[in-house]
Structures are given as C-alpha cells and as structure tokens.
C-alpha cells in the first residue's frame, strides 16, 4: 500500500510530508521511503496559528476558519506529496492535522484537539484520508501521546535498551527493550521555548535559532536554569504528556522575573534553554539504562542542542547519541513516516496504540476515514499485526 504521512508539529513551521511504500512480510511490516518534502505554511496562516495558541485566547469563528485554511493547506500538501514523491499513485493519505489545544489537568489528558478538516484533502486528491488519530487514545484513558511509540516500539526492537527521542517543539522518548514494556512520554520543551524567545526578540523576524548559533555565542546561567527545572512537571511520574499550554513564552518571562537582578543576554538566555533541553532529556533517560538514543526531528539541525545533548546523555545515562538518519528515514521527516503507518495500521483494522506508552485502558484502533472519490476506501491487505518495522533502501 503506498502511503503518504502529513505532519505538522508544535512549532508549526511547515507541513512535512513523507510517502511510504508499506507492505506486510509475516511479523515484519516493510517500510520502503519514497521522499518527503517540508511545505511551509503561508506566513499569514502561520501568524493566525500563533495568535490562536496558547496563552493568547480565540474565538470559535477563528477555530472555524483555521480549521478549514489549514485542512486547506494539508490538501495542497498531499496533491505535492503524491505528484512530486508517489509517481502520481497513492492509495491513502494519513493527516495528523494541527495541535491546537492538548487539555491536561492535574496530569490527565481530558482532551486534545488537531485541526485542519480532513475532507479538504479527500476531495482534492480523491483518496481516503486517515484523521483525527489521538481523540482515540485520549477517550480510552491514554495521554494521546508520544502517539507515534508504538512506531518507535516496532522499529527499535532487540536485545539492546534503546530510545527515540523527538525534538519537536516538546521532546519526548519511547524506551524499548525485550522483556520489558516500552515507556513513552513527553520529557518537556524541546525547541518550542527556543523559537518562542527567538520570534520575540527578532519581531518575528526569525522563528528559530539558526544553526543553535545564539546558543553558541552564549553562556549557561546556571541560576536560570536551575529555576527552570525546578518545574514541577518532570519530576511528574509517566506517562505523562505536554505542550505549549505550560512551555511558553510567558512561562519564560515568569521564570525570568522570579530570577530577579538583571536580565541574562539574548545569547545567554538562548544557551541556557538550549542547556534545559539536554538536561531533561537525559535525566528521564538516565534510569531505563538505555545503551543509545535515536533522535529524530527539528532539533537534529540545531548543532548546540546536539552537542549540549550528547555530553549530557553521556555524562548522565552513560548513552552515546545518534539520528534516525543511520537507518534510512530524514530526520525531520521522521513523524511524517510515522503517521504514515498509523494510517495504514487503521486501514487493516489494526492497533496503533501501545497501552503502556500512552497510559490507556488498552491498544485502540486509531482515528477516523474520510472516504475518497465515489466512496473509495483502503483496501487492506492483512489481518495480522506486525511485530517489527523494517525499513528497506529505496
């Protein structure tokens, strides 16, 4: 089944799409990339995705809107995907849509909401279109998240412990070891506090630390970074999960403002937040005495995070780091790939959940299907559930 994967995440930077040639093989589920390609979103749409987010408030006629220009977007997305990477054929498209809202209340997940209406896709490309994969898990009494762990669980398996880790704008690993139930959950912020003071600082004008080059020119200050993780969320037991309803810009200013004194430089402030991401990672790595990290997502580009990372990995949990590159899927197409056998999971009928990743009651077949032109939908071709992914050379 060729599959294409729609991901957008919480930096909401651009659309990542990713298509797969996916094919069951016994135990095994063959994944043979076709490409991805990174869709920005227009800066207008995007401006109107930030001025929605948490802190700020909206109103109901915005989430309308939003709902429909994105789906928009992921549509436009898709008809790219399937003409510039699937030769034209696909036969399933997989949307994660957009992460608004992620409801968390004294721990629990009681909601969580992606926009970006999935019809717009199935009537512009005429394929079947897979959405709405989190509510599932959520309504089963699971965190909705890292939703993608049981990808990770099927591609990681072995005798080694191993974790992946997502740099997004929240991080978050999933630890696999026969033997032993995977764990998953969202370690904290990632690159999300990162873009939020560079955009500050910059007007807009740039929504990222460029090659961790702020990071660099900076110096750790340590009293800021150890009011930073005095926060109360990582020494929370998981599964547990977060987003930009607490890591934000004005939980940045807060923390600066119980700092007192003067206020760090830009480049300081930038190389100490760079530092709270390696150090949360490793600390909730450190007691699953994992041998190596496999890291994927938007932060791999960031050389300051990566090296901040890997000597705290090593200096904490006694793991080497590499990027999910070394098995054949891109970095920053990683999730991408990963909805993308989601979807084709749904598709046959098949869990896509692992309870003790999420926290749910049970496995749960994931989201909802849009059907394509004239009623197409999927077409499976197993009943069986894999126990392994493989990825193949293209």
Same mark, same amino acid.
């Given at each position: 089944?060729?599959?294409?994967?729609?991901?957008? @995440?919480? +930096?909401?930077?651009?659309?990542?799409?990713?298509?797969?040639?996916?094919?069951?093989?016994?135990?095994?589920?063959?994944?043979?990339?076709?490409?991805?390609?990174?869709?920005? =979103?227009?800066?207008?749409?995007?401006?109107?995705?930030?001025?929605?987010?948490?802190?700020?408030?909206?109103?109901?006629?915005?989430?309308?809107?939003?709902?429909?220009?994105?789906?928009?977007?992921?549509?436009?997305?898709?008809?790219?995907?399937?003409?510039?990477?699937?030769?034209?054929?696909?036969?399933?498209?997989? +949307?994660? @849509?957009?992460?608004?809202?992620?409801?968390?209340?004294?721990?629990?997940?009681?909601?969580?909401?992606?926009?970006?209406?999935?019809?717009?896709?199935?009537?512009?490309?005429?394929?079947?279109?897979?959405?709405?994969?989190?509510?599932?898990?959520?309504?089963?009494?699971?965190?909705?998240?890292?939703?993608?762990?049981?990808?990770?669980?099927?591609?990681? +398996? @072995?005798?080694?412990?191993?974790? !992946?880790?997502?740099?997004?704008?929240?991080?978050?690993?999933?630890?696999?070891?026969?033997?032993?139930?995977?764990?998953?959950?969202?370690?904290?912020?990632?690159?999300?506090?990162?873009?939020?003071?560079?955009?500050?600082?910059?007007?807009?004008?740039?929504?990222?630390? !460029?090659?961790?080059?702020?990071?660099?020119?900076?110096?750790?200050?340590?009293?800021?970074?150890?009011?930073?993780?005095?926060?109360?969320?990582?020494?929370?037991?998981?599964?547990?999960?977060?987003?930009?309803?607490?890591?934000?810009?004005? =939980?940045?200013?807060?923390?600066?403002?119980?700092?007192?004194?003067?206020?760090?430089?830009?480049?300081?402030?930038?190389? /100490?937040?760079?530092?709270?991401?390696?150090?949360?990672?490793?600390?909730?790595?450190?007691?699953?005495?994992?041998?190596?990290?496999?890291?994927?997502?938007?932060?791999?580009?960031?050389?300051?995070?990566?090296?901040?990372?890997? !000597?705290?990995?090593?200096?904490?949990?006694?793991?080497?780091?590499?990027?999910?590159?070394?098995?054949?899927?891109?970095?920053?197409?990683?999730?991408?790939?990963?909805?993308?056998?989601?979807?084709?999971?749904?598709?046959?009928?098949?869990?896509?959940?692992?309870? +003790?990743?999420?926290?749910?009651?049970?496995?749960?077949?994931?989201?909802?299907?849009?059907?394509?032109? @004239?009623?197409?939908?999927?077409?499976?071709? /197993?009943?069986?559930?894999?126990?392994?992914?493989?990825?193949?050379?293209?």
């Amino acid at each position: 089944m060729r599959v294409l994967g729609l991901m957008s @995440g919480t +930096s909401f930077d651009a659309i990542e799409v990713a298509a797969a040639e996916l094919t069951a093989h016994g135990a095994d589920l063959a994944l043979r990339p076709l490409g991805s390609l990174s869709v920005p =979103y227009a800066p207008g749409l995007a401006a109107r995705i930030a001025a929605a987010l948490p802190p700020a408030t909206t109103t109901a006629g915005e989430i309308c809107a939003l709902d429909t220009r994105i789906g928009q977007a992921f549509a436009e997305a898709a008809v790219r995907g399937v003409a510039e990477l699937a030769d034209g054929r696909a036969d399933l498209v997989v +949307s994660h @849509g957009q992460t608004v809202f992620h409801w968390v209340e004294e721990g629990r997940v009681l909601g969580t909401l992606q926009i970006g209406q999935p019809a717009w896709i199935a009537e512009r490309t005429g394929l079947p279109v897979v959405a709405d994969l989190r509510t599932r898990d959520v309504a089963a009494g699971g965190q909705g998240a890292p939703l993608v762990s049981l990808v990770d669980t099927l591609l990681l +398996s @072995g005798d080694v412990p191993r974790a !992946a880790l997502n740099l997004g704008g929240i991080a978050n690993i999933t630890v696999v070891a026969d033997g032993r139930e995977a764990v998953a959950f969202d370690t904290g912020p990632a690159n999300g506090l990162l873009d939020a003071v560079v955009a500050e600082a910059t007007g807009g004008a740039r929504r990222y630390d !460029a090659d961790g080059a702020g990071a660099r020119a900076g110096t750790v200050h340590e009293r800021l970074l150890e009011l930073l993780l005095a926060e109360p969320y990582y020494a929370a037991a998981p599964p547990k999960t977060t987003g930009k309803e607490l890591f934000n810009l004005a =939980y940045v200013e807060k923390t600066l403002a119980a700092l007192g004194g003067g206020r760090p430089s830009h480049e300081d402030l930038l190389a /100490t937040l760079t530092r709270l991401t390696a150090t949360t990672v490793a600390r909730a790595v450190a007691p699953y005495g994992v041998a190596e990290v496999i890291a994927s997502g938007g932060g791999t580009a960031n050389p300051a995070l990566l090296a901040d990372l890997a !000597a705290e990995l090593d200096r904490r949990a006694g793991a080497s780091l590499r990027t999910i590159d070394e098995l054949g899927i891109p970095s920053g197409a990683k999730e991408a790939y990963a909805f993308a056998v989601l979807g084709w999971l749904t598709a046959h009928g098949l869990p896509g959940t692992a309870a +003790s990743c999420t926290g749910a009651s049970g496995p749960r077949v994931l989201g909802a299907i849009v059907p394509g032109a @004239g009623g197409r939908l999927p077409r499976p071709e /197993t009943t069986a559930p894999p126990r392994r992914l493989r990825i193949v050379p293209s």
